[in-house]
């Protein structure tokens, strides 16, 4: 049985490895830390699921990322600026075929990953889901949203499949793409401009597209022009495919995870999903002005923001 370690036992973590562990996947630890913990370790974990409520026993996760090492396969479920910090906990619980993978917003991680962990083969992976935690120690999950897209040009094939298996058997939808890097892209053009518009203006989702709409297409094709920069085709089509979705898939009040952090005074996904934009579009030559402009304003929105 493949040795699963995750990093973080929250919305996306925690509902994943309670899934996994629930279908029979017993050598899956989570790792969690704080009040989140303590109240896991009093009453263990429990997932709402639509229809579906369960818990999996305390046992399976733990504060010590060693409990359980070495790991086959580990994912790293933390937010994008937890990932350096996680990368540098898990170093001496993996070998070098440990395969790894990240599911935070944002694109670019196999190259984050490579530079702590140069020698493993890195697992490509594309998201959709809504999950939060409820309370310490419940993760609720929202509607019957569920996607995972996995890819890989360093894991062998048949490493691959035996993943998509594992999740597929957990209830988890779990697809092979062949396409994985502009899947992630796919994700991020939408995520990246709609995170960064909510929170500059503190409106939801429906507003941006009611009253903004012409800055948020500045913003798409910006981060269109640095996808093929890097030789990643995102076209047109994927721009009006993303306004289209905020005008008719999604409801008018939505908001962003980032804009709720930003107005709660939280730490934020900030530098992934809008700074990353700004520093490739420097490193790159590639003009992004509206990107800029909005990077800059939240960076003064919340003083933490800067340091």
Not at 111 to 139: A, D, M, R, T
Not at 163 to 176: D, S
Not at 202 to 230: F, M, P, T
Not at 248 to 275: C, H, R, V, W
């Amino acid at each position: 049985m493949m040795k699963i370690a995750i990093i973080g036992a929250g919305g996306v973590g925690g509902y994943l490895g309670a899934k996994l562990i629930k279908s029979g996947q017993l050598d899956t630890t989570l790792i969690a830390r704080g009040e989140h913990l303590r109240a896991i370790e009093a009453n263990g974990l429990t997932i709402l699921d639509e229809d579906d409520k369960f818990s999996i026993s305390s046992r399976f996760i733990t504060e010590d990322v060693e409990k359980n090492a070495p790991y086959d396969f580990v994912i790293f479920t933390t937010k994008a600026y937890g990932l350096q910090d996680a990368c540098k906990s898990i170093k001496k619980s993996i070998n070098d075929n440990t395969i790894l993978m990240v599911t935070a917003n944002g694109v670019g991680y196999k190259e984050k990953l490579k530079e702590f962990f140069p020698n493993n083969p890195i697992c490509e992976s594309c998201i959709y889901i809504f999950s939060n935690i409820q309370k310490p120690g419940v993760i609720k999950k929202y509607g019957g949203v569920f996607q995972l897209f996995i890819g890989s040009s360093e894991v062998p094939k048949e490493k691959l499949q035996e993943i998509v298996n594992i999740y597929n058997n957990a209830g988890l939808k779990t697809k092979i793409s062949e396409q994985i890097t502009l899947q992630c892209w796919r994700k991020y053009l939408f995520i990246s401009s709609f995170a960064t518009l909510t929170s500059y203006y503190n409106v939801s989702i429906g507003e941006i597209v009611q009253k903004q709409e012409h800055e948020l297409r500045d913003i798409l094709n910006e981060i269109i022009s640095i996808a093929n920069k890097k030789d990643i085709h995102l076209s047109h089509e994927n721009l009006e495919q993303s306004v289209d979705q905020a005008k008719n898939n999604i409801p008018y009040d939505s908001t962003t995870s980032m804009q709720l952090d930003f107005a709660n005074g939280k730490k934020t996904e900030l530098e992934a999903l809008t700074g990353y934009i700004v520093r490739e579009g420097e490193r790159l030559g590639v003009k992004v002005d509206t990107m800029k402009k909005l990077y800059n304003g939240l960076i003064e929105k919340v003083p933490a923001q800067k340091h």
